[in-house]
């Protein structure tokens, strides 16, 4: 990855960030040579660490993101492994996240509904995201995300 999360919030690319597009690539042995969601969303909530109100910005950037996705299998997906990094790394209370704060108890119920079609299209089509035929499948992924603290069904919002 070329860039960092201080340049996606100067270039105003937050979404290509969190997305992993472009300079915002994070290639990671682990992932199979596939963009690491993880690598980001730690980057993001390094940064935003040292703000005023990182809480508040972190919801703010997400809600930015969200609104720029579609139904489309790489967006699902990307929507899913950020989730999963939020539960991830807020179940170890890294960096200000804590277990007194749920990313979805800050969205609307029409940002929530567009989480549940997104999360129910990447179940149908998960063969179409990349190494997915050499990954667990999407409920394994799910369960994964509910013993990281995600005490929300995805799939029903």
């Not at 201080?6 to 472009?22: D, M, P, R, S, T």
């Not at 996240?97 to 149908?124: F, P, S």
Request: charged content about 25%; overall charge negative.
């Amino acid at each position: 990855m070329k860039g960092d999360f201080e340049q996606a919030v100067n270039n105003n690319e937050i979404i290509a960030y969190l997305k992993g597009e472009g300079d915002y690539f994070s290639p990671e042995e682990g992932c199979m040579g596939y963009h690491s969601y993880i690598m980001n969303f730690t980057g993001m909530i390094s940064y935003l660490k040292n703000k005023e109100h990182p809480y508040q910005l972190m919801v703010k950037y997400f809600k930015l993101y969200l609104s720029s996705l579609k139904e489309d299998a790489l967006d699902a997906w990307s929507l899913f492994r950020n989730i999963n990094c939020f539960y991830f790394l807020r179940k170890n209370n890294r960096y200000f996240l804590t277990q007194n704060e749920d990313l979805m108890d800050e969205l609307t119920a029409e940002e929530k509904k567009k989480i549940g079609i997104l999360c129910r299209y990447l179940r149908e089509n998960f063969d179409k995201v990349p190494g997915s035929a050499q990954m667990y499948s999407i409920d394994k992924q799910f369960e994964f995300t509910r013993k990281n603290g995600c005490p929300y069904d995805l799939f029903s919002f």
